[in-house]
């Protein structure tokens, strides 16, 4: 062989080491995520079989599998009921909840740029807090009925976000004009709130710093269908602007130089993830932690391509909701703590991990 | 061959103006430097062409097509842009980071011919060591040149870059210059760039263009541009040009207060 040939094999098998170590590199992500899903599958299953009821999880299993496939499992009355009205309702409002704030928080992250944003940056919970204070408190709202609490968390919700647009609109839509603005809607909602807990009665104050908390006590089925499909059809749209989003962590000037409408992208993203938390807790209360931690987890694990990244923490913000719920249902059982809590005590010594381990000065 | 032509170019921050009607015509295979003090509008020049800010006035490709009438995906088919080296807060590595220059190419599936030009473009810059390192780690070099494979990766005709030797040492403005150079010589892709370094754009340039206040002073190549007067009158310094190397090569001697061009 001469030297010519020599070399040009050498570098055709350099090439094609490269393109196997990144199929290896893209192959560790879609594990990861296969790992996730059969995660959640166990637990919702254990988390299906832990209450007051004693049933076993293979009896869990068996149920949930019988109205799929009548003629191959069988069960009882007694277990179908537990497990179908009971429990697994408040199990798929977990999974769905978590996916939905994990995304939602994926997002803000990328779109805004900072490891730290979340769907609240943008002041999104205590709109909802304020939407659902005057509901309880004053009993006014723009829908009627059993929906005037949830009715009003929403609009607050989204009337918080396209305010937050229109401020950073007038001055050019930056991570910056976005996260000020956010701020400034955060403190407005929040002071209005507390007037409104000021004038209230304190049962109703009582029932409002109780929906803050927020709980999947609340779940039914019709609930944890509206969620899921929000959740379900904004994480895929969000996905179709995946290489729109990883071009934005490079910089807006780097990102319009590679052809992405950057502001055009920034606010439908923006608008997606507040769609998201805004129908999710709305029937929760708010949620905190999740939309921050889990994007965390998994951008260490998978990295920073929203890909993989996007559905993957939307799979880790499932268990780590599902697995506080179901600590919360448990750990004083008979007492349910409110998930909220919950998730807090989890976020911060994991925040504290991150806070001591971490030796780079970037996520 | 002309590649494109830049005509009545401006642009304004409100009242203020950067660039005022330039004009300017980029050949193939050339390499283009533009100088002058700071303020002098090299940077907003190099965003202008890109559309990354909307200036006034028309950049005409070869075909005759305005840029300005293209949609973004398609003026990122025709330039690439090389930022003077940046750091995400957010985690990338070089492969991905690359990659991303194929954006205006691909779908959102990677295809086998994605993969294979970052590839190509990473042994080209040989940065193929730091495959799946995260873009961060890099030093200023390395990074430099991930940053001009992204932009090649594009397939561009024509390679912007602004402050392509802010921070990095010598050996390493050299090198990055030398890449900039051989690339540009090898194909029929031209560079525009923004560059502080007098010496340095006298070196690796076809063409120089001095810009004062957002206006052409001068155009032409190196050697007949570079001169003691030039100097004076853009950047108000008085220099000795020394002309005895295949290059002129300027040394400044002392600022000339209340003189200064801007």
Known sequence: MSEAETMS?????????????????????????????????VLAGVAATLGSANITPVEVYSAILARFFPGHFATTDFIDTIVWQLRLHRVLMGIFAGMGLAVAGSAMQGILKNPLASPFTLGIASAATFGASLAIILGAGFVSGQYLIVGNAFVFTMLASLTVYGL????????????????????????MTSFLQYVGESEEVHEVVFWMMGSLGRSSWDKVGIIALVTVVCTLVLMYFSWDINA??????????LGVNVEFVRILCMMLASL???SIIC???T?????LVAPHITRMVVGGDHRFLLPASGLVGALILLGADTVARTILAPVILPVGIMTAFLGVPFFIYLFLKRRKDYW | MVKITIKDLSFSYGSRKILDDLNLVVGDSEVLSLVGPNGSGKTTMIKCIDRILKPKGSILLNGGRDLQSLSRQEVAKYIGYVPQSTMGVLTTTVFDTILMGRKPHMGWRVADEDIDKVVDMMKLLHVEEFALKDFSELSGGQKQRVLIARALCQEPEVLLLDEPTSNLDVKHQLEALDTVRS????TNISAVMAIHDLNLAARYSDTLVMLKKGRVHAIGDPLSLLTKENIRSIFGVEAVVMKDLDRPYVVPIRSLKGETAR
């Open chain 1, 168 to 191: 950073a609109k007038y001055k050019g839509i930056t991570p910056e004009t976005m996260i000020l603005a956010g701020i400034a809607i955060m403190y407005l909602f929040s002071a």
């Open chain 1, 276 to 278: 998201i938390t805004a």
């Open chain 1, 248 to 257: 934005l962590g490079a910089g807006d000037e780097t990102a319009k130089s």
């Open chain 1, 287 to 291: 949620i905190g932690f999740i939309g």
């Open chain 2, 183 to 186: 690339i540009v010589k090898k």
């Open chain 1, 283 to 285: 029937f929760t209360g």
């Open chain 1, 9 to 41: 094999t050498e570098s055709a098998t350099k090439n094609s080491e490269l393109r196997e170590e990144y199929a290896q590199f893209v192959g560790r992500k879609v594990l990861f995520i296969i790992l996730s899903l059969a995660g959640i599958a």
